[in-house]
Nanobody, 124 residues
């Protein structure tokens, strides 16, 4: 499975941004999809994930209520809608796929495939 993340950019605090992650080369609907982020000098951290069916989502406390994950199993794409962005949300964002995994999987080693990352910068 190949994952291609896109949609990052520079925004002001309080703005919104939507990231996309397009999958190819596998049966997309068999994968739970997660989003992670990594800021300079920090470990990669879990942001949120969505079940393979799209029926369930799970978020880190730091983004709960501001970020929303959705997926389109026809377009083989998962989305991360980010609202009310804060400077501390700035990071490289990665999408990841877990074969028949759980949306509650928060550890990086639970995911089988990773996208290349897209940079999100939030100015204060």
């Amino acid at each position: 499975v190949q994952l291609q993340a896109s949609g990052g950019g520079l925004v002001q605090a309080g703005a919104s941004l939507r990231l996309s992650c397009a999958a190819s080369g596998g049966t997309f609907s068999r994968y739970a999809m997660g989003w992670f982020r990594q800021a300079p000098g920090k470990e990669r951290e879990f942001v949120g994930a969505i079940s393979w069916s799209g029926g369930a989502t799970y978020y880190a406390d730091s983004v709960k209520g501001r970020f929303t994950i959705s997926r389109d199993n026809v377009k083989n794409t998962v989305y991360l809608q980010m609202n009310s962005l804060k400077p501390e949300d700035a990071a490289v964002y990665y999408c990841a796929a877990s074969f028949y995994g759980s949306e509650t999987a928060t550890r990086t080693n639970a995911y089988d495939y990773w996208g290349q990352g897209t940079q999100v910068t939030v100015s204060s």
